[in-house]
């Protein structure tokens, strides 16, 4: 479950209270884990996606607790009741345009009381900057002229600050100094509300597992600074953009767009990139799933100027040297990969090189794009892998098995042990009891809601990532179920 998903009074979920309170009924539930998606800030309206963001390091502004923010004086409850009188909001659902609006008003009222700040509080402030510069800086710089050019993206913006001509770089940090400062800011309050949830959650026996897209948008701070390790031209546009090819089904392939990874240059300086990408992601994180871990053998390299996937072809990635220079810089690392999709031989014999659990679907046990059901069956689950119901990507169980044929609806009751009564429940047991060495569950399946309550639709541009869970949904006998069956299967905390 995401952290916008969580309930709460500003329309969408945060580092609240809300956020320790879900911790709290984990623990009761005897649950290790919280599997949430990419924090870092989402890409704007309308499609408001979290795997699309415009820095590899930053968390989300979006995230941060106006609640918090009063009880450190930074705002005042009268700024919360005119917040929250703001039409539009939903409990079960995220307006994210009203969202961001309200939200990022809170945050400049914050920025602008931080003025008159304790001392303490300043010096606090000055050193979270000096030990976070290595990225912080060029992130807030980022932010600022995002600001300065009304949004447009960094290759339209003049061509001195487009290729960060020193000289450029060093005015525009002068005039624009205020607005660094904000962003700065931002990621300092991110950052102390972060450390509190992940402390109450180790105290509590409850390990936090983000994700790592592994691409990133073109339109960001890494390709920005850093442009000599994509493949772009010398106006910085992608010479080559990611994708699929094309398949049974989609005829023309699909076009993501990201620019590709020039690996030589990447190899040249030891992965250094990779290396801090993955070391910053461990601060904030006990767990990390490496998003299509299948991109770490080879990726599908599109013509940028193409209208179609279809004229792409496979660019080998040198995957094993990248994780040998991961692990050599920063140890043995707890990672999944997300290996759904057309597995090669290549694409498994790396993730079992470095001893990486893999993932399973037990949707996919009974409906499986690539043809491997029997892949994706419980009792079929290796040791070494994480067992799912769903992923965000799919629909809900509940949704699922509605979607189904009669026929095929009957077989998968029958495989589970199924009266029909509370399938969802079925279900989860019996991924619980399979081999597995990790289950984990999408909230909507816990409650066993609809497909009204599908978080994302791949392929959909607009109307993904807004279920939200109400107040008092994962109520006591939720919980009570969910730590019976952990017991039961002995996957529970002491």
Known sequence: MHVTSLPGAMGSGDLSAEAFDFVDRLAEAKQTWWQMLP????????????????????????????????????????????ARAAPGG????????????????LLKRAYENFASAPRAERRRFEAYCEREAGWLADDALYGALKGAFDERPWF??????????????????????????????????????????????????????????????????????????????????????SGTPPDAFCADGQHWGHPIYDWAAHERES?????????????????????????????????????????????????????????????KLPIIAEDLGLLTPE?????????????????????????????????????????YTGTHDNDTIAGFLKSLPANLRRRVLAYAGSDGRAPHWDLIRGVMASPANTAVFPMQDLLGLDARSRFNTPGRAE?????????GEFAAAVVKRLKALTEMYDRGSD
Do not use: C
């Open 90 to 105: 939903r409990a079960d659902r995220v307006n994210f345009r009203r969202v961001r609006a309200v939200r990022w008003a």
């Open 271 to 331: 992965f250094a990139w990779w290396v801090q990408r993955l070391a910053g992601a461990f601060e904030r994180f006990d767990g990390l799933r490496i998003d299509h871990f299948l991109g770490m053998v080879r990726m599908w390299a599109i013509p940028a100027g193409a209208s179609t996937a279809a004229n792409g072809k496979w660019a080998k990635v040198p995957g094993e040297a990248l994780l040998k220079a991961i692990e050599t810089a920063l140890g």
């Open 156 to 241: 339209e913006w003049p061509r001195a600050l487009r290729d960060r001509e020193p000289s450029a770089i060093a005015g525009i940090r002068q005039r624009l100094a205020g607005a660094i400062e904000f962003h700065s800011f931002l990621q300092y309050l991110f950052d102390r509300q972060w450390r509190a949830l992940r402390g109450h959650a180790r105290a509590r026996g409850v390990g936090l597992i983000g994700d790592m897209p592994i691409f990133v948008d073109h339109d960001s701070v890494p390709v920005w600074v850093q442009p000599d390790l994509w493949q772009l031209d010398r106006q910085r546009r992608p010479k080559l953009v």
């Open 463 to 471: 109307g993904n990532w807004g279920w939200r869970l109400r107040d």
């Open 347 to 387: 694409a498994s014999a790396l993730r079992d090189q470095f001893a990486l659990p893999g993932m399973r679907v037990l949707q996919f046990g009974f409906v499986d794009p690539q043809g491997h059901g029997e892949y994706h069956r419980p009792y079929a689950y290796p040791l070494s892998s994480v067992a």
């Open 39 to 82: 924090v870092g800030p989402p890409s704007a309206p309308p499609g408001n996606s979290p795997y699309s963001s415009p820095s590899a390091f930053a968390g989300s502004p979006f995230l941060i607790s106006p609640e918090r923010l009063v009880e450190d004086g930074l705002l005042d409850r009268a700024d919360l009741k005119s």
